[in-house]
């Protein structure tokens, strides 16, 4: 059974940093596309930073804050958060593709998803 296991939930002040962390277990994702979303108080679930093999892309809110990078030895996606704002405040989920390294950016072109941690960003 695929399993992704986010950590690293936290409360923050603005302009600080926190680095969140998604482990996969139950199969490898080395040559998969993996991804960061997340979503606030009702609002939908929008991208936020996508990893291929090397490549990467960003949601423009995030970009030059925020840096996702992997550890295919552990099967472990991370995100890299600095300089947060208060609108960064969200559940943030972990995604994977099951086939390809294409870099996508919507919620339908990812089959696997984490349950969810908690990112708060106080003023």
């Known amino acids: 059974q695929v399993q992704l296991e986010e950590s690293g939930e936290g409360l923050v002040q603005a302009g600080g940093s926190l680095r969140l962390s998604c482990a996969a277990s139950?199969?490898?994702?080395?040559?998969?596309?993996m991804a960061w979303f997340r979503q606030a108080p009702g609002k939908e679930r929008e991208f936020v930073a996508v990893?291929?093999?090397?490549?990467?892309y960003y949601a423009d809110s995030v970009k030059g804050r925020f840096t996702i990078s992997r550890d295919n030895a552990k099967n472990t996606v991370y995100l890299r958060m600095n300089s947060l704002k208060t609108e960064d405040t969200a559940i943030y989920y972990c995604?994977?593709?099951?086939?390809?390294?294409?870099?996508?950016?919507?919620?339908?072109?990812?089959?696997?998803w984490g349950q969810g941690t908690q990112v708060t960003v106080s003023s």
């Open positions: 139950g199969r490898a994702f080395n040559n998969n596309a």
């Open positions: 995604a994977a593709a099951a086939v390809g390294l294409s870099l996508r950016t919507t919620t339908e072109e990812y089959d696997y």
């Open positions: 990893i291929g093999l090397i490549r990467t």
